[in-house]
């Protein structure tokens, strides 16, 4: 007599976060599908876990290693405790059911719902049972998002990650992080005294290392939040945090902002741009308007009116400069520096006092950290966040501990190589100026200088450094 063929069974469980009981929690749902085998004569193949992934997909870990074991034939019949510990949703349900399992000869057992596949009754079951699933995933979604705009409208942030810099999320709440805090008012102060975006990014970047493009700069300089608004789904209400930026600040900064978007794009089309050596650096000191070039004068927009976007105030009445008389006198002024080293330290002095980092901020800042790596260890060791969660966010305090620690050791060493490379580039100054190439004279000056602001007879230089 031929011995009797034991059917193999895969049992997979599953929660949608690590510390959620559901009444059915991963180790009640292994323990009544093992005994549900055990009742029908099945050896258990596998026990699959899924700890902490939604239901609303099928982008989980041992839901696919499953589905390759499947593949390989390890196992027979797939157990679940309930339907929707497969999945909640009705398409993913009926797709796994009937183009995987089905196709792979797979049978398939909720232990709750009663429901096997190997009968009619139990697969027509099945697509009724899917419906109801998506529904409540459809219920629970609209619950969340009813929630989340009673949440926002009611001034409280929604959570979500990136956090804007300057604040944590603590207790549901946005709590002001003074280090990060504290790079927020100066990038605004930066902008608002008139430095360009693209240089503050690579000042802030180059003292802070948590800058890195373009945008980062940008959008905190449009972000709501720095004035206490919280938004959702397009609308903004009134926040319950505390502000950052004060609302005349951000104003400014966004009138600014948007009159920059103007010009920038005027200027691009300006047929002078590219005919006069210093028209994109220049800046009245009365106004702020640029400076346009015109028979043989750099004029205020404002004064010479010769574009109204560029009007910033029509009665004006800077200084106009001969084009050969300023060319000469930055030139000059470039050359002589080169050769100037008290000049030199001077500029380098002042821009080391400007850059200096903030000590007590930052220790103030690494001791929070410390803090919360360990509130961290205390939540996992009783269960209440997941290990991924904990190593994600550990992580990334570790890093930013790293980075304040490089900061706090040498600050001075990043002030010293950015001299080095500045006296690098004055090095090519006689042979680019002595030369007949304007794009090359031009991309000097602006490895030197970030603007020029006129002022009548006074000529305030920007170095980039």
């Keep these: 007599m031929s011995a009797m063929i034991t059917r193999r069974a895969a049992c997979y469980v599953r929660v949608s976060t690590a510390n959620q009981l559901e009444n059915y929690s991963i180790g009640e749902q292994e323990k ?27 982008e989980r870990p041992a839901l696919k290693l499953m589905l390759d074991d499947m593949q390989k034939r390890k196992f027979d019949v797939i157990v679940v405790y309930k339907l929707d510990r497969l999945s909640r949703s009705q398409k993913d349900t009926l797709m ?42 459809d219920q629970i979604t609209e619950r969340f998002m009813t929630g989340r705009i009673a949440r926002t409208s009611g001034g409280m942030y929604h959570g979500g990650k990136p956090l804007p810099k300057g604040y944590d999320y603590i207790d549901g709440l946005l709590v002001i992080n003074e280090y990060q805090a504290m790079q927020v008012r100066e990038i605004f102060e930066r902008f608002l005294a008139g430095q360009a975006v693209n240089a503050i990014r690579i000042e ?22 720095y004035i206490g608004k919280v938004k959702f789904k397009g609308v903004e209400y ?77 009665s004006c009445k800077n200084k106009n400069w001969h084009i050969s008389l300023l060319d000469s006198l930055i030139v000059d002024t470039i050359k002589i520096l080169k050769h100037n080293p008290e000049r030199m330290d001077d500029i380098f002095k002042d821009r080391q006092q400007k850059t200096a980092i903030n000590k007590p901020a930052i220790n103030k800042r690494l001791k929070t950290i410390k803090n919360e790596k360990k509130r961290l260890i205390d939540l996992y060791q009783v269960g209440e966040v997941s290990i991924e ?46 030369g007949d190439s304007l794009n090359e004279k031009r991309l000097l000056i602006g490895s030197l200088i970030e603007k020029i602001t006129l002022t009548d007879e006074h000529v305030h230089i920007d170095w980039r450094i």
């Design 32 to 58: 009544r599908t093992k005994a549900y085998c055990a009742s029908k004569g099945w050896s258990v193949y596998e026990v699959y876990r899924d700890g902490g992934f939604s239901g609303g997909n099928i």
């Design 238 to 314: 009134d926040g319950v945090h505390e502000p950052i930026i004060s609302k005349g600040d951000f104003e400014k900064t966004n009138t600014l902002l948007n009159q920059k978007a103007d010009k920038n794009t005027a200027v691009q089309k300006s047929p002078f741009r590219a005919s006069q050596l210093l028209t994109s650096f220049l800046y009245c000191g009365k106004c702020g308007a640029r400076h346009s070039s015109a028979r043989g004068l750099y004029k205020c927009y404002s004064r010479s009116k010769v574009d109204k976007r560029f009007i910033k105030d029509p």
């Design 96 to 137: 796994l059911i009937e183009d995987d399992f089905a196709k792979s000869k797979i049978d398939f057992v909720s232990v709750t719902e009663n429901l096997d596949t190997t009968t009619s009754l139990g697969k027509a079951m099945i697509g009724i049972l899917s419906v109801f699933a998506q529904l409540e995933k």
């Design 389 to 434: 969660d904990i190593a994600d966010r550990i992580g990334t305090l570790q890093q930013e501990e790293d980075i304040l620690n490089t900061q706090l050791s040498a600050p001075e060493n990043d002030i010293a190589t950015r001299k080095n490379d500045f006296m690098s580039i004055l090095d090519s100054v006689e042979e680019i100026f002595n």
């Design 204 to 225: 802030m970047d180059e003292k802070y290392k948590n800058w890195p493009g373009h945008s980062s700069i940008l959008n905190a300089l449009r972000n709501t939040v």
